[in-house]
């Protein structure tokens, strides 16, 4: 799986997990300011007609993908935490292993039926019995990402972008009642520093390991007793993963989900061929036993069936949106354009007609990981709790223009009119102002509570969502005075501000979307029984994917359906 530059996500772990978050969710203290009134008892009223502008689809970016000697396909998703099986020939899915436990960076299946999985996020990995019992077999890992049996039913995996080594876990002992998982400083280390090792395969003829080399754009051959390695194949912009072609066991299949292709590797001659070329964002491969190559799209969060002699494909699954997150509008004469957070990539959508379209891919135009999105006077700004940046993107070319990097889990931005940048980190919990030349950077607020998403008022207005606080707060960027307008909220994330001037909030915690008036902070709910709210995993940021809200000059609010990976318009009702 590549979350890419993941790497940084540790440290809010630990943060999240420590005091930070703790100080966050503790009662609140007296604000300096008074609070709005209390909320009056909602008139009744009709709710907004919903309609889904863009359908959902399976999976929240799919990543690890392997057959089972009965040729059944599972695939794995992190942020789904979920393992799926996959029929190949009719495209229906149903969910294997639940989240948590499931959220499967990539998976392998030994030659009696075990089946094994890493759990890149929470730092460990589990085997299934070919009984249906499910073990953790290790823990305490930074970032276990690939994995893979040999022939021998020995497990080897490797740490990548939170850590950078190659592991051996003894499964000696694993049906034993007493056994418990070991812990990192207690595997066989075989070796580290490789440059990120990705999804590998051990080769059943001679044993040794084949994989990418992430970082350095190169395919090695590692021996499996000493860790001393050889370069194969190089000049790839971004090796995801290899497997063996079981039909010829000479030829190694890579993709590169930089570029989009797939290529074939000889392990004899070491000559290159491109097989495919796909879109960027592949993640993963695997061959069932007649030979037939599939790979996987996190981008697309899609199943392919890649032909090896012509290089076409087949679409066995696919979505028109990945994990969509933070949202925006603008409007041209009469045409409304939503701008999605998709976390793989940022994607725009017509809010007519719900066609997609690619804006950036990840890997192919950046490395960031998108899970908030603003649109400003001449920017379009993403924002990355996965990587600490805040990327801007020219809105005339639709180019990534500059990235600012080292926040402490930026979760959205917005930019002023004279270039300055605002930024909510929870992290921190500090709102920050960047200067326009992005070198200098100064706290105007600090201890926001669990800040989700930014939306901006009349003149030096800022709103913010507080999810440890349940609350919306008004902050003045010009003075840094800020008072509560509305608390007393179910999991509060995406916001915006309407023409009629209110608020619009995603209330997570009760599945609805409502309308407050930042006046008196009256609430009235604008539709309800909505599909959002993707649970977040141990340890990890309370809003994993904030739900996002946006609202068009028309009056339409566009909310994205996180759970079901899909777009909600929702229409006011008629008078």
Sequence with gaps: MELGRIV????????????ALAQQAAPAAAPTTSPAPAAQAAPVHKEYNQQFLVPGSWFHGVHGLAFNKDDQLFAGSVVGQ?????????????????????MADDIAFADDGTMAWTAFLLGKVYVRRPNGKTIEVAQGMSGPNSLAFGKDGRLFVTEVFLGDALYEIDLKNVDKPDFKPAARNELRKIVEKMGGLNGFEIHKNDGFLYGPIWFKGEIVKVNLETGTSEVIASGFKIPAAANIDPQNPDNLYVVDTGTGGIWSVSLTSKAKKLVASMKPGLDNLAFDSRGRLFVTS??????YLVDKQTGSWRTIVEGKLAIPADLAVTTDGAKETVHVADVFSYRNVDGSTGAVTDMLRVHGETHSYPTGISVGPKHTLLSSWFSNTVQKVDRKTGKLVATLADFMAPV?????????VYVAELGSGNLVKVSPDGKTRTNVVKGLRAPVALAQGAGNLVYVTEIAAGAVTQIDVASGAR???????????????GPDGKLYVAEVGQKRVVAIDPANGNKVVIASNLDIGLAPYPGGPPALMPTGVAVAKSG???VSADTRNALYKLTPPSP
Excluded at 95 to 102: A, E, L, M
Excluded at 484 to 491: E, I, K, P
């Design 8 to 19: 940084t996500t540790a440290a809010l772990v630990v943060g999240l997990t420590g005091s």
């Design 82 to 102: 979920t393992i799926y099986r996959v029929q190949v020939d009719s495209g229906e899915v149903d969910r294997v292993i639940d989240p948590p436990t499931g």
């Design 298 to 303: 996190m981008t697309d969060n899609g199943i």
């Design 412 to 420: 959205d931005a917005l930019e002023a009119a004279d270039g300055s």
């Design 483 to 497: 008072k509560v307008v509305a608390d007393n909220l179910a999991g509060p994330e995406g916001i915006d501000v």
């Design 556 to 558: 339409a609010v566009y």
